[in-house]
T-cell receptor
Framework: GAGVSQSPRYKVAKRGQDVALRCDPI?????LFWYQQALGQGPEFLTY????????KSGLPSDRFSAERTGGSVSTLKIQRTQQEDSAVYLC?????????????FGPGTRLTVL | AQSVTQPDIHITVSEGASLELRCNYS??????LFWYVQSPGQGLQLLLK??????LVQGIKGFEAEFKRSQSSFNLRKPSVHWSDAAEYFC????????????FGAGTILRVKS
């Protein structure tokens, strides 16, 4: 079956532009996560949804970052007024339920480059 | 604080040789431990996980890992490496302290010599 998909796969933005990154989780998955992976680093948690509810946004680095999950399915991560330090791969993951007993399935990521 | 340390940034092994990737964690409660593999252009794939019970866990692709609480370690092993194992490997920790999020190490890049 289809896995987690993300679009676009690559995004180049000029500093100051707004961007929106999309995540299509596996159908029926309750939980959805966003992570940021800087070059040469491991993924870092940004935010977590259970169905439509954003239960944890403690990892969002600034108020320029926001996320939503409409209808408990597709999620969008938005970055306003992009800065060079926002350049990274943004990973989305989904899991069938809450808690660690459920495996997180990762998408291929969106590589954002801010010039 | 919750953290994961992977001391080796790069490791090179010959095809057919054994492999051990190191992972040390810091966590203030019972940890749940994971190893993921990331190939270029691919998403992270779960290799194995430890929640409780037997401290030696088996995963996919012939990998295993051993949880050692006294050493705060969760090292990944494979008896015989194949060229297709070349990738980046990430250790991660989660548990009751951090909600449902995972905390990842910086990763170890594995190169396989033929």
């Amino acid at each position: 079956g289809a896995g987690v998909s993300q679009s676009p796969r690559y995004k180049v933005a000029k500093r100051g532009q707004d961007v929106a990154l999309r995540c299509d989780p596996i159908s029926g998955h309750v939980s959805l996560f966003w992570y940021q992976q800087a070059l040469g680093q491991g993924p870092e948690f940004l935010t977590y949804f259970q169905n439509e509810a954003q239960l944890d946004k403690s990892g969002l680095p600034s108020d320029r970052f926001s996320a939503e999950r409409t209808g408990g399915s597709v999620s969008t991560l938005k970055i306003q007024r992009t800065q060079q330090e926002d350049s990274a791969v943004y990973l989305c993951a989904s899991s069938p339920g809450g808690g660690f007993v459920y495996e997180q399935f990762f998408g291929p990521g969106t590589r954002l480059t801010v010039l | 604080a919750q953290s994961v340390t992977q001391p080796d940034i790069h490791i090179t092994v010959s095809e057919g040789a054994s492999l051990e990737l190191r992972c040390n964690y810091s966590y203030g409660a019972t940890p749940y431990l994971f190893w993921y593999v990331q190939s270029p252009g691919q998403g992270l794939q779960l290799l194995l996980k430890y929640f409780s019970g037997d401290t030696l866990v088996q995963g996919i692709k012939g990998f295993e890992a051993e949880f050692k609480r006294s050493q705060s370690s969760f090292n990944l092993r494979k008896p015989s490496v194949h060229w297709s194992d070349a990738a980046e490997y990430f250790c991660a920790v989660g548990g009751s302290l951090g909600g449902n999020k995972l905390v990842f190490g910086a990763g170890t890049i594995l190169r396989v010599k033929s």
